[in-house]
């Protein structure tokens, strides 16, 4: 089994400002590591993902995230945020034999302030 | 191409009552999986189909059933609603290709129980 751990359920910053998600995850078997943005009232919109290669991946909207696989974590970040960034953003695993089952952390609610 | 669709959007019901949500995936989409997503519980998996078949299952009661159709629609049932059934819905479906692939999620059916 798998899980998912965000360490932070609410992260308030000012527009402009550098914002970091941390996401720690927890498997027995080699895995995805997604991360997806959701909106008030919204689906989810898959920010970026991380499948092999290249341990440093870049999404949409200026995301990135890094694959650190020592330390079991794949951690969001964004250099520079806007207003229009605030929503909850969720990080997800689902084994690569088996991707149709995705395990979900609790969210982090980012928060950007003018 | 369209994205997901899930009917209905709002659905209010009663307890004891039942309820059917369907969910259209993208085009040439086989997989289809379904997600209750709730403030205490965060998401969570229900079960996935994959060629008419139920391919995984979360840790939900038997109430919580689903079907899917030949042309890759899926319909989630749950009968006898309980208050705790209430909750955001969610459709993901995914090309399913055998090796690397994404889940793509749908605005969701948002189901209140009174």
């Known amino acids: 089994a798998q899980s998912v751990t965000q360490l932070d359920s609410q992260v308030p910053v000012f527009e402009e400002a550098p914002v970091e998600l941390r996401c720690n995850y927890s498997s027995s078997v080699s895995v995805y590591l997604f991360w997806y943005v959701q909106y008030p009232n919204q689906g989810l919109q898959l920010l970026l993902k991380?499948?092999?290669?290249?341990?440093l991946v870049k999404g949409i909207n200026g995301f990135e995230a890094e694959f650190n696989k020592s330390q079991t974590s794949f951690h969001l970040r964004k250099p520079s945020v806007h207003i229009s960034d605030t929503a909850e953003y969720l990080c997800?695993?689902?084994?690569?034999?088996?991707?149709?089952?995705?395990?979900f952390g609790d969210g982090t609610t980012l928060t950007v302030k003018p | 191409k369209a994205g997901v669709t899930q009917t209905p959007r709002y659905l209010i019901k009663t307890r004891g009552q039942q309820v059917t949500l369907s969910c259209s995936p993208i085009s040439g989409h086989r997989s289809v999986s379904w997600y209750q997503q709730t403030p205490g519980q965060g998401l969570q998996f229900l079960f996935e189909y994959f060629s008419e078949t139920q391919r995984n299952k979360g840790n939900f009661p038997g109430r919580f059933s689903g079907r899917q159709f030949s042309n890759s629609r899926s319909e989630m049932n749950v009968s006898t609603l309980e208050l705790g059934d209430s909750a955001l819905y969610l459709c993901?479906?995914?090309?399913?290709?055998?090796?690397?692939?994404?889940?793509?999620f749908g605005p969701g059916t948002r189901l209140t129980v009174l």
């Open positions: 997800a695993v689902s084994r690569r034999t088996n991707a149709g089952k995705s395990t």
């Open positions: 993901a479906s995914s090309l399913e290709t055998g090796g690397v692939d994404t889940q793509y």
């Open positions: 991380y499948l092999s290669g290249s341990t």
